[in-house]
């Protein structure tokens, strides 16, 4: 049973680099597609982008100039970056994992880390 | 990108209710599509994927169906639980999308 848990800071400044890391436990690094996904105050889901174990990645092309998505084998951890933030991208960040091939859907979660854009 | 659109964006409904709801993909994607319950202050949860089938542990009130750009989710007799938003999501191409979601609420 995978268990992801997010952590980061919650408040941003405008124009700076949003950074969050998810912590993997229970599961194999190498058996899943590492990704994000966000959901501003109020609104629906948005996918961000994934990491594979390989290094591959793949990313929203309505963040993808701003956006580095990092996987850290050692620690079980992979990592967000988004720069230049405004206050669009005020969300609740959630990790989750998909097995990849068509299972393509988001079996496990993390709880999501609120992070505020706000100078 | 496809775009995931569904209808309606809140249904009120009682208990015991039979409900069904519905996602329509702006191209076909077979059958990658999957439902997600969400309740506030909490992460989705999956219910079905593949269109049709139950992710392990979830209540068999709960069905999905369709195929190509229209699908539905189908709850047999609403229970307490079940009052919660309903997403779905295709993962037929990237970028990976979600519909706007359905709120389900208690009439």
């Known amino acids: 049973q995978v268990q992801l848990q997010e952590s980061g800071p919650g408040l941003v400044k405008p124009s700076e680099t949003l950074s969050l890391t998810c912590t993997v436990s229970g599961g194999s690094i190498s058996s899943y597609y590492w990704s994000w996904i966000r959901q501003p105050p109020g609104q629906g889901l948005e996918w961000i982008g994934y990491v594979y174990f390989s290094g591959s990645t793949d990313y929203n092309p309505s963040v993808k100039s701003r956006v580095t998505i990092s996987l850290d084998t050692s620690k079980k951890q992979y990592s967000l970056k988004l720069t230049a933030v405004t206050a669009a991208d005020t969300a609740v960040y959630y990790c989750?994992?998909?097995?990849?091939?068509?299972?393509?859907?988001?079996?496990?979660w993390g709880r999501g880390i609120l992070v505020t854009v706000s100078p | 990108d496809i775009q995931m659109t569904q209808s309606p964006s809140t249904l009120s409904a009682y208990v015991g209710d039979g409900v069904t709801f519905t996602c329509r993909a702006s191209?076909?994607?077979?059958?990658?599509l999957a439902w997600f319950q969400q309740k506030p202050g909490r992460a989705p949860k999956l219910l079905i994927y593949d269109t049709s089938k139950l992710q392990s542990g979830v209540p068999s009130r709960f069905s999905g169906s369709g195929s190509g750009t229209e699908f539905t989710l189908t709850i047999s007799s609403l229970q307490p639980d079940d009052f919660a938003t309903y997403y779905c999501?295709?993962?037929?191409?990237?970028?990976?999308?979600f519909g706007g979601g359905t709120k389900v609420e208690i009439k």
């Open positions: 999501q295709q993962y037929n191409n990237s970028p990976f999308t």
């Open positions: 989750a994992s998909f097995s990849g091939g068509y299972r393509n859907y988001f079996d496990y």
């Open positions: 191209q076909s994607i077979s059958i990658w």
